[in-house]
C-alpha cells in the first residue's frame, strides 16, 4: 500500500473513498480486515502492472494465502459483521464455483510457496 499510497495518491484517495462507507458500517475487527483487503487488493493490481505475467503468480498466492488466513482468524462475530455488510466471500465463492476458470481461487489459496 505504501507504494501506492506513494506513486498514485490519487488513485489511492479515490479507492478509499469508494470503500469509506462500507468500512464505516464494520465493527473494529472486522474494518481492520477490510482495510488490509483493501490494502492488499490494491497492492496486486498496483505491483502486476509493473511485473511480467509469470512473475506476478507468486504474489497472488502470497496475497491470497495471507488474506485467507486473515479472514479465518477473525472472531466469529467479526465474520458475521463483514460478510453482513460486504459480497466479498459470495463474490469469491461464485467467481471460484461459475467462472470462466472455475476453482482458481481455490487452487491459488492451497498453492504452497
Known amino acids: 500500500m505504501d507504494e501506492l499510497t506513494a506513486k498514485a495518491p490519487k488513485a ?16 473494529k475487527e472486522a474494518a481492520v480486515f477490510a482495510v488490509n483487503l483493501t490494502d492488499a487488493l490494491l497492492n496486486m ?42 459480497c466479498y466471500r459470495t463474490s469469491m465463492r461464485i467467481v471460484d464455483a461459475t467462472g470462466e476458470e472455475r476453482g482458481k481461487i481455490t487452487d491459488i489459496k492451497n498453492w504452497k510457496i
Open 12 to 27: 489511492h484517495a479515490a479507492f478509499i473513498l469508494i470503500f469509506k462507507e462500507t468500512i464505516g458500517l464494520l465493527g
Open 45 to 86: 493490481l498496483f505491483n502486476h502492472v509493473t511485473m511480467s505475467p509469470r512473475s506476478c503468480l507468486p504474489m497472488y498466492g502470497k496475497a491470497f494465502k495471507k488474506i485467507f488466513a486473515e479472514y479465518d482468524s477473525l472472531s466469529a462475530s467479526a465474520k458475521v459483521d463483514f460478510e453482513k455488510n460486504t
